[in-house]
């Protein structure tokens, strides 16, 4: 079985997208144990799916769309929104500066 | 009166015929719960002392959002939030008169097959405490096992019902994708997630799938097909074509293999016939899942950023982190074709292989887990372990077909074993039927009643 072992840059990179702040010890485990797992889905190669169209739902589902106008009969009100935040000011989110 | 061991519909007629009420089955089973509750861990957020609404208790796993009452998911992400709203599920129970009775363990987010990774410590199984009572939906198959709640209510990614009811020694039935709504459901893999209840008895998993089935226009994935009388299904018995695929039956220890011989040899003897049938290896399910559902949990999690509601990110535990890493790798540019597409292309013939297959055969009968159930501990050996484990309930969540389990009897170390009958797409009453049939001739062997043995009243 061929490898696609993740290095440690690649791991680093990994968290960074996804909003992890890891430690060099996890980061030592997850790389070799997110290596172990590509490695083992490799088996999916053994079938012959280049030809076969994609499953986007299992129960071929359609698309579906409130109407204009449609009343939103679980909306919640500001109390229950902001009921669970731990930091908000005026009805508003507070969120870290970006720039 | 004795209420330990009734099923739920026969508490249900107790209540109706006055013989009982619901203050009285309340304070048996929060008794219950106040005595074997710190032994098995199954509920992380006890019943309430005294009912305000609702008939009939069910206890609801964690993941499903209950108003006024905290939704973890297991998880400290989520340790203080309160849901302002009722999941679908949870709304349609209480419309038919039934109440939350506590919220359960599982592993946290749904992501495991042992109950190890909730953040609220382990659930046991009840069976050997020294063991675990599988996952995700550990908790409610523990509680219903020891009769800590009449019934439960469940979710299944891939195996999350089915391996804790098995190895448990109770009724699981994951319904076909899209049957029941997953509205306020904590979402895991989106294409996969199917609540279903955990039960003692096949009629009860059948009643309360006609409660918690139907179209919901707040999930646009639920099906408009109508609701079936499951409970009128299991008065009509019928006699099926089923079977057997050998794939599944190599993977599995040979004691499990043996019993689910046996089972097979009872289904002949009422009348159903049996044929060998070959699928897809289950192995390639377990690929095609675990690239779908770790790119779904990489998405569905990232919502968690401790501004709206719950902590921040640094409180995800060490599979959360696993799964989202995996799933960011593999929906990132340069890899997206050679992993999720070409798992959604392997998908399809997972789909594919099993319609051909229901051309020939009713129902797919096969081991719901290839072993008993493993001691507390074995599962942190090996990351990857857990999807080996629910090798054989991968193929009907990755085709989005219904299954249940039932037990067939227990192994030499007095474990309880599963049988899965699986089904065509959103034909829950042949699988119903089915396995009602099996234990009405069977009893399940009498192992629900003799696990009660050791959780006396």
Same mark, same amino acid.
């Given at each position: ?99 | =009166?004795?209420? @330990? ?35 098995? *861990? ?37 340790? !203080? ?10 709304? *349609? ?12 363990? %599982? !592993? ?15 659930? +046991?199984?009840?069976? !050997? ?58 979402? %895991? ?39 079936? !009388? ?28 043996? $019993? ?8 002949? +003897? ?24 770790? /790119? ?23 599979? /959360? +982190?696993?799964?989202? =890493? ?22 399809? @013939? ?5 319609? $051909?297959?229901? $051309? ?15 001691? @507390? ?34 192994? $030499? ?45």
């Amino acid at each position: 079985m061929k490898s696609k072992k993740l290095s440690k840059k690649d791991v680093e990179h990994l968290a960074k997208l996804s909003q992890l702040k890891l430690s060099a010890k996890e980061i030592e485990k997850y790389e070799k144990q997110l290596s172990e797992t590509l490695d083992y889905v490799d088996n999916l190669d053994e079938l012959k799916t280049k030809n076969v169209k994609e499953a986007h739902s299992v129960t071929n589902s359609k698309d579906e769309f409130f109407e204009d106008g449609e009343e939103n009969k679980r909306g919640l009100d500001e109390n229950k929104v902001f009921g669970n935040s731990k930091k908000t000011m005026n009805n508003q989110f507070v969120v870290e500066r970006i720039l | =009166m004795k209420i @330990l061991g009734n099923s739920y519909l026969e508490l249900l007629e107790l209540m109706k015929t006055k013989q009982i009420s619901t203050k009285e089955l309340h304070e048996y089973f929060l008794k219950r719960v106040k005595k074997f509750n710190k032994d098995l *861990n199954a509920f992380i957020t006890p019943p309430e002392d005294v009912v305000t609404e609702g008939d009939m208790p069910v206890a609801v796993k964690d993941n499903f959002n209950t108003t006024g009452l905290r939704t973890s998911a297991s998880s400290k992400v989520l340790d !203080d939030y309160i849901s302002p709203y009722d999941a679908t599920v949870v709304k *349609n129970l209480k419309t038919s008169g039934s109440y939350v009775f506590g919220k359960t363990n %599982m !592993d946290a987010w749904a992501h495991g097959s042992s109950t190890e990774t909730s953040d609220y410590g382990p659930t +046991k199984n009840p069976w !050997d405490t020294s063991r675990a009572p599988g996952g995700s939906s550990g908790g409610s198959a523990a509680s219903v096992a020891a009769y800590l709640a009449p019934a439960a209510i469940g979710s299944e990614t891939a195996g999350s019902i089915r391996q804790p009811a098995a190895w448990c020694g109770t009724v699981g039935l994951k319904p076909t994708y899209g049957r029941v709504s997953r509205y306020g459901v904590v979402a %895991m893999g989106s294409s996969f997630d199917c609540p279903g209840p955990i039960t003692l008895t096949v009629e009860d998993s059948a009643y309360i799938l006609s409660k918690i089935a139907g179209k919901d226009e707040y999930d646009a994935t639920t099906s408009t097909k109508s609701v079936p !009388d499951y409970i009128r299904a299991l008065k009509s018995p019928k006699k099926y074509k089923i079977g057997i695929p050998q794939s599944y039956f190599d993977t599995a220890d040979k004691e499990v293999v043996e $019993k689910i011989n046996e089972a097979v040899k009872v289904l002949e +003897k009422l009348g159903h016939s049996v044929k060998k049938i070959k699928l897809i290896d289950p192995k390639y399910a377990i690929s095609v899942y675990t690239i779908l559902q770790r /790119a779904e949990v990489s998405s569905n999690l990232s919502r968690y950023d401790g501004i709206r509601y719950g902590n921040d990110r640094s409180n995800f535990g060490e599979e /959360a +982190k696993r799964r989202i =890493m995996l799933g960011t790798y593999t929906l990132s540019h340069g890899y997206y074709d050679a992993y999720y597409k070409k798992a959604q292309r392997a998908r399809a @013939l997972v789909i594919d292989d099993f319609e $051909k297959a229901f $051309k020939e055969v009713d129902l797919i009968l096969a081991p719901t887990a290839p072993n008993t159930a493993l001691k @507390l501990g074995e599962f942190e050996k090996y990351p990857f372990f857990g999807e080996l484990m629910d090798i054989l309930n991968e193929p009907a969540a990755v085709a989005g077909i219904p299954a249940i389990t039932v037990p067939v009897g227990k192994s $030499k170390e007095n474990l309880p074993f599963g049988m899965q009958v699986m089904g065509k797409q959103f034909d829950e009453e042949s699988i119903l039927d089915l396995s009602h049939q099996f234990e009405r001739e069977t009893e399940f062997f009498g192992i629900t009643k003799e696990l009660l043995k050791k959780y006396p009243d």
